[in-house]
């Protein structure tokens, strides 16, 4: 495929997030086909059926700063208020404020960053067992997809290194973004 079309596909991406995607336009000039390849795991990235919209942001959120990736933090983030959870919610959640959130809030973040971290199976046990209970076993399959995919991202971007750790800065672009429905 022609540089010049992934050029603008990187562009676009950047133009509907609102970072920069340096490390995308890196993986399209060196393996094109990979970046064609990496494309297809988007649906899977956002495959829901059954868990709220809100929690699977708060899962892909916790996964993405426990891997402490500012740009990923803000897409996150971005991301969740676009599909209008509420910006006191995602704030409490980013600042580590669990008292601000329920108990279903908790488990989401906790899940995603203790899944991002490689947590021992006796320590992420008992979140899965609340989910299993709440949600039944599709509900900790559409949790664990959210936050193995959104940990795919800072990985990658590590290893290739264009890793951007993690700031108060990163938090509030992103929350200062008005909801759609906002004048």
Do not use: N
Not at 21 to 48: I, K, V
């Amino acid at each position: 495929m022609k540089g010049w079309f992934l050029e603008r596909a990187v562009r676009m991406q950047e133009a509907r997030l609102g970072v920069r995607l340096d490390y995308l336009r890196a993986l399209s000039r060196a393996a094109p086909g990979a970046f064609w390849r990496m494309a297809l795991m988007l649906p899977l990235a956002g495959y829901r059926r059954r868990v709220s919209s809100e929690e699977l942001h708060l899962v892909r959120l916790g996964a993405s700063l426990a891997l402490d990736c500012g740009a990923c933090v803000e897409i996150a983030l971005r991301m969740a208020r676009a599909e209008g959870v509420p910006p006191d919610v995602l704030a409490a959640a980013a600042a580590g404020r669990a008292e601000a959130l329920t108990d279903l809030q908790v488990d989401a973040l906790e899940f995603g960053a203790m899944v991002a971290r490689g947590a021992a199976d006796a320590d992420l046990e008992p979140v899965r067992a609340r989910i299993v209970r709440r949600l039944g076993e599709s509900g900790v399959v559409e949790y664990s997809l959210a936050a193995a995919t959104a940990a795919f991202y800072p990985t990658l971007k590590r290893a290739m290194g264009f890793a951007s750790a993690c700031d108060l800065g990163t938090v509030e672009r992103a929350l200062s973004v008005p909801d759609q429905g906002d004048s």
